[in-house]
């Protein structure tokens, strides 16, 4: 069974997780693996370079994420350029470690943490998908916690596609903006049906 986990911007997918991966489940999370693929040397750090410039590298050539943040939420058409040469990268890897996983539990249930499931129309790589919901209020007030002014952050949410586009997609729906033991209630829930999905 494996489920992709999406919702928007600080809206506690990370949390959700966590919560998964407690319960028993395998989380494969597409945010580190573009970390991973983009280190220093690997083919798509090289792309980022020659497309975005050396300006975008930290001084131990690792990838300024808010530097290339900054250049690409501006602009749909580098955001879509870095898309291109992340995204294949990212996917051929979640192929090896998903491959791995099933090999050693050919039953596990795995979650696909992926931030923009619906916006690449990557759906169909999963069984189920959860979207995690938290009020536009919520979102903006966990990104200025983070240290993003109010203008930064109000471009990020919007950057991405509306939640309730994305509910439209959900499987699940899991509420996040109450406290942990409602979240971790609710994630029990699911976890169970897909358990049960799983085993039929």
Known sequence: MIAGLTGGIATGKSTVARLFQE???HVIDFDVLAHEVTRPGLKAWEEIVRFFGV???NPDQTINRKKLGR???DDPEKLARLNRIVHPAVFEEDQKIT???LAGDPRAVI???IPLLIETGTGHLV???IVVYASPEVQLQRLLARGLDRDEALKRINAQAPLGEKMKWADFVIYNDGDLEETR???AEVYR???QAGTI
Do not use: C, P, T, W
């Open 23 to 25: 319960l028993g489940a």
């Open 55 to 57: 300006e975008v590298l």
């Open 71 to 73: 250049l690409v939420f």
């Open 99 to 101: 491959a791995e996983i």
């Open 111 to 113: 979650i696909k943490e």
């Open 127 to 129: 069984d189920k998908i």
């Open 185 to 187: 209630r609710q994630v």
């Open 193 to 195: 049906q897909l358990v």
